[in-house]
């Protein structure tokens, strides 16, 4: 049986604390099931945004979506973890990444490091979360039991491995590294590529410890673009710069890109649900009220 949709929004600017909670406010009412902040420089802090969006709402669920692992050590995360989690009543999902961004690491004065090294600390900090978060000695305490739900983001195999062992939402990026002087960090890849990501976190959680991890994970994926165009192929044209090994064709296949009316794109994500697996979508900021009718065509599915 499918696993039923969720939807999230990544809140991306502040303005003010009243446009703040009116903005959760707008995404509650829309039908989102997750408010998610994410943990770039130039963007809100992420755990005291989410105790106001906390403040401000009622039913969504909140999360990190991702924390930047090199701007945190374990016992100082964790700390904030079980903070925003009891302030929140225990609506707090736990988002980790390795991070991608060099310059915010140069800006913050903090090493970047290699991806392996980047793993290895999110691997690291991991397992100390999961010490700590469950240590009845530890003070704060998280509301939930054992810990809030952990996602973790990323593509290559040691990221997606630890993500099998651990995690209860795996979010994939459908993305690799960018060479330097493309138009963003992060480059898209094939819809080929992202089914072979995919099968290679099945086979990973398959190896997993059974007892360990008696639920499969949620399948999470970021969606780049919404739009109500009747023209198709023409939006897709306009993010072939950001995946260049892609047709024009994949691209019209790829969940990063949702184009046509609510009834459209409702089929448009069944079809990604069934192909991929994903069930649990994250839009971005700019559209969340453009995406807000596909919520109701899909909602109960």
């Known amino acids: 049986m499918a696993r039923p949709f969720r939807f999230g929004v990544n809140l991306l600017a502040l303005e003010s604390a009243p446009a703040w909670r009116e903005k959760c406010r707008r995404a509650e009412h829309l039908g989102y099931d997750v408010l998610l902040v994410p943990d770039h420089l130039g963007m809100p802090a992420p755990f005291a945004a989410l105790v106001a969006a906390a403040e401000a709402t009622e039913r969504p669920r909140l999360g990190t979506f991702v924390l930047n692992l090199g701007f945190w050590n374990p016992a100082l995360l964790a700390r904030e973890v079980a903070t925003c989690d009891a302030l929140t009543g225990g609506r707090l999902e736990l ?13 913050a004065g903090l090493p970047f490091g290699s991806p392996r090294e980047r793993v290895d600390h999110l691997e690291h900090t991991v397992r100390e979360l999961a010490q700590l978060l469950t240590d009845p000695e530890q003070q704060p305490r998280p509301a939930q039991t054992p810990r809030p739900p952990l996602l973790l ?10 993500a099998a062992r651990h995690a209860e939402i795996a979010a994939f990026t459908g993305a690799v590294q960018a060479p330097e002087g493309a138009p ?3 480059k898209m890849i094939t819809p080929d590529a ?8 099945r086979r990973f959680a398959a190896e997993a410890d059974a007892e360990a991890r008696p639920e499969p994970p949620e399948l999470n994926y970021l969606i780049q673009m919404v739009d109500t ?5 023409a939006k897709a044209r306009e993010l072939q710069p950001y995946a260049p090994d892609a047709t024009e064709d994949q691209l019209l296949e790829h969940p990063a890109l949702l184009l046509g009316g609510p009834k459209d794109i409702a089929d448009q994500l069944r079809a990604h649900r069934e192909r991929f697996g994903f069930s649990y979508f994250t839009v971005l900021e700019h559209h969340m009220e453009t995406f807000a009718p596909v919520i109701e065509e899909l909602r109960g599915s």
């Open 184 to 186: 963003s960090p992060m």
């Open 95 to 107: 988002g980790l990444g390795a991070g991608y961004v060099k310059a915010e690491h140069d800006s």
């Open 229 to 233: 165009t009747g023209d198709r192929r």
């Open 194 to 201: 992202l089914d072979e990501r995919v099968a290679a976190f």
């Open 153 to 162: 983001g990323g593509n290559g195999d040691r990221l997606l491995r630890v």
